[in-house]
């Protein structure tokens, strides 16, 4: 069986792994944990990082930090992993959802703005599969009416808009290091800004609010959270950090053969990639539309039968039991795509034999 996508390790990860077993800094505490933070930073081009445990925790802890919650409305994407949408209810906010847009499959930022009301707080722009959101507009709408935009940045690491890296346009930007991501820290998040405020005050929540007294106690001056990272894990991503220049090149060349040997199939749709833009095709997916001569869902069981795992888009948000009463807008595109999306192996250590497996399958029909 081809995976959808798994981790790469080819570097340093067990030498660091072992520093911290022959040392015993194996907790929150330890040398990586601050050296994964800094270095996330300097790649990102920003002025703080707070590693989490997971994008989900990131993400929460964003919204904690901008003061976000009972009576507050925060507009999301519906076609998402659901995470960003829980963590808007984790805070006691109500989530509003925008529509996509149908190339690229992300945030509609020309519906943003007539969700806006009086208890709009924040833009939550998901990058889903890659590709960016338009991010000129969105912070134009936000600058306007004093809004936060919170990057889910947790599928796009690495990816580009306008020469700034995704999840650093934003007020605070979210990531995920989970098994399936560019870079892995097996379970991990980070948080990001260039607001060194913001930075202090998450990394603040994120430790309990600890403050540590002369004579060596603890005290709390208000409520916190423990979303820190163990310096395990931190250590595996330093060891993952200093690949990812080349883990992203491949992912971009995997997109370009998926493209070629795709290419010019009636009922087929590829992935976009728009002016301007650096789409890091996390995965790499594809629309099956009216024309080709099955359904997406026979597609999958298809590839299945010839050992090739794949996934259908996620689900809408909307449509699900906690979420139905929820406000949103016109939804009839991600009501359509989410139909026809589906995602194709997209491992870092993919090879070309692999790919073109695949894409026979989906050539063959």
Not at 35 to 44: G, I, N, Q, S, T
Not at 137 to 143: E, L, P, S, T, W
Not at 238 to 263: D, P
């Amino acid at each position: 069986m081809i995976p959808l996508c798994v981790p790469e390790v080819r570097g340093n990860e067990w030498k660091y792994i072992k520093e911290c077993l022959d040392t015993n800094w194996v907790s929150s505490a330890g040398a990586f944990v601050d050296r994964f933070e800094d270095r996330f930073a300097k790649y990102m081009n920003v002025k703080s990082a707070v590693v989490t445990m997971n994008g989900t925790s990131a993400l929460e802890l964003a919204l904690r930090t901008l003061n976000i919650g009972i009576g507050d409305e925060v507009i999301v994407s519906s076609m998402t992993f659901i995470s960003p949408v829980n963590t808007i209810k984790y805070v006691g906010a109500e989530p509003v959802f925008v529509d996509v847009c149908r190339d690229t499959w992300v945030m509609d930022a020309d519906k943003v703005e007539e969700l806006i009301t009086p208890k709009t707080k924040a833009i939550m722009p998901v990058h889903i599969y890659g590709h960016p959101v338009d991010m000129d507009k969105i912070m134009d709408i936000a600058n306007r009416h004093s809004l936060y935009v919170i990057e889910d940045a947790t599928e796009s690491l690495a990816s580009e808009y306008k020469g700034k890296k995704v999840g650093s346009i934003g007020h605070i930007g979210c990531f995920s290091f989970n098994g399936n991501k560019l870079i892995t820290t097996g379970a991990g998040g980070m948080l990001i800004t260039d607001d060194e405020k913001l930075g202090k005050r998450a990394k603040y929540l994120s430790t309990q609010t600890k403050t540590v007294l002369p004579n060596g106690s603890f005290y709390h001056e208000e409520i916190g959270y423990n979303f820190r990272m163990p310096n395990l894990l931190a250590a595996m991503g330093c060891a993952q950090l200093e690949n990812i220049n080349e883990y992203s090149n491949i992912k971009r060349n995997n997109a370009s053969l998926y493209n070629k040997f795709l290419y010019n199939i009636k009922g087929i749709t590829l992935p976009v990639e728009r002016e301007g833009v650096k789409n890091i095709y996390w995965l790499y997916s594809i629309l099956v539309e009216d024309e080709y001569d099955i359904s997406r869902d026979e597609l999958i069981l298809q590839l299945k039968k010839n050992g090739v795992q794949s996934r259908p888009f996620f689900m809408p948000v909307h449509d699900m039991p906690p979420y139905k009463e929820c406000k949103a807008g016109d939804m009839s595109v991600t009501d359509d795509i989410v139909k026809r999306g589906i995602n194709l192996p997209s491992s870092v250590g993919l090879t070309e034999g692999e790919i073109k497996q695949v894409c026979d399958v989906i050539k063959s029909i």
